[in-house]
């Protein structure tokens, strides 16, 4: 089929390229998870002391009253000796390939008594919970428990057992969850999962899997009997690479995140659909960023060619919050996911000054 432009692709070109080339072009890789925290303090101190993560750099942007914190869990065995808010921690920031929570304070919040995020978890809204796992849920609930954390869900309470949601300083619920086959020198606590609610899986697969070049791993389906909805269990695809996978709705499938993921720090995605959103006209996920609803902001892929990354998306029908060429902030992009969520797009190797 001719391209409707001369020398450009048509759409349907561009679709076939994203399918194929994603990775081996573009090496898009899922790489942040962004939520705005009132107190940078409070929030380290819970990310860092209580559930072992590492701060891997920060900036502090004065003229635009906003600073950002970027924590991973490190991998079994490994060790991090930049310093953050260097230029060699910037530099390693934007060309790693590992999945880190980006935690965002507007200045002055900490100073306001009766300020508050949405933390999620209310009538439509999108965002559920990060997650990390570990190797004994139990134990892992009581030393949080003996330093103070609070509880939506302790591990023999409600329908699911085994399984726990502490809060954050923010009421951001962070799941507990259990991982098979601990490896030496692994994190007490790693970051795991990071839960978005959709409206139309066939839609956010296509989006995911076909658009951005990710791994679905695993899915369950629940009947109505036992919730009546779906979850579906996305990764970075060179996480997998090389690997047979089991057929992603086998109880394999599920035992291969827990056995092989969770416990080298690797994150996955989790998608859920409660079934029927799908056919309501007009149904719609708060998506985080705007008022009553802010706080959760987006998830953020690194990308080799920002600018022809981007307009392969567009081609293929993805709208646009900010394109790379736009606003204050130069080699980045923000694309709408199917839901309205924010999806941030970096080029690889990006260099930012504090300013």
Not at 13 to 36: D, I, N, S
Not at 68 to 93: D, N, Q, R, V
Not at 320 to 340: H, T, V
Request: net charge negative; with cysteine; glycine share 8%.
């Amino acid at each position: 089929m001719p391209s409707s432009t001369k020398g450009m692709p048509t759409a349907m070109e561009m679709r076939r390229e994203l399918r194929g080339a994603v990775r081996p072009r573009w090496r898009a890789h899922w790489q942040q998870t962004m939520l705005r925290v009132k107190d940078p303090k409070k929030s380290l101190q819970f990310y860092q002391d209580h559930l072992g993560m590492t701060l891997i750099d920060k900036y502090k942007f004065e003229k635009f009253d906003f600073s950002l914190y970027f924590l991973a869990s490190l991998k079994p065995g490994e060790t991090y000796e930049l310093t953050p808010g260097t230029k060699e921690a910037h530099a390693y920031l934007w060309d790693c390939d590992r999945v880190t929570l980006e935690l965002t304070h507007n200045h002055g919040t900490e100073e306001e008594e009766e300020f508050a995020y949405h933390p999620g978890n209310k009538e439509k809204d999108g965002f559920g919970h990060i997650a990390v796992a570990v190797d004994d849920v139990y134990e892992a609930s009581e030393d949080l428990l003996a330093k103070g954390v609070e509880f939506k869900k302790l591990p023999d309470e409600g329908r699911m057992k085994g399984l726990a949601f502490a809060y954050d300083p923010d009421n951001y619920w962070v799941e507990i969850v259990k991982r098979e086959g601990a490896l030496d020198n692994a994190p007490k606590f790693a970051l795991s999962q990071t839960m978005l609610r959709i409206k139309d899986p066939a839609a956010s697969l296509r989006f995911y899997t076909e658009l951005v070049g990710m791994q679905l791993v695993a899915e369950r389906h629940y009947p109505k009997e036992k919730g009546d909805f779906s979850l579906y269990f996305l990764c970075n695809k060179e996480d997998v690479e090389g690997v047979d996978l089991p057929p992603s709705t086998t109880p394999e499938a599920m035992a291969y995140i827990k056995e092989n993921l969770y416990p080298k720090s690797i994150p996955v995605l989790e998608l859920t659909h409660n079934h029927g959103t799908e056919s309501q006209d007009g149904f719609r996920h708060h998506s985080g960023n705007e008022e009553p609803n802010k706080g959760f902001g987006h998830i953020g892929f690194l990308v080799d060619d920002l600018d022809s990354f981007c307009d392969a998306l567009e081609q293929n029908g993805v709208e646009f919050k900010k394109k790379p060429s736009e606003g204050n902030m130069k080699g980045l992009a923000f694309a709408l996911d199917p839901d309205g969520y924010w999806v941030e797009v970096i080029g690889r190797g990006l260099q930012v000054e504090e300013c």
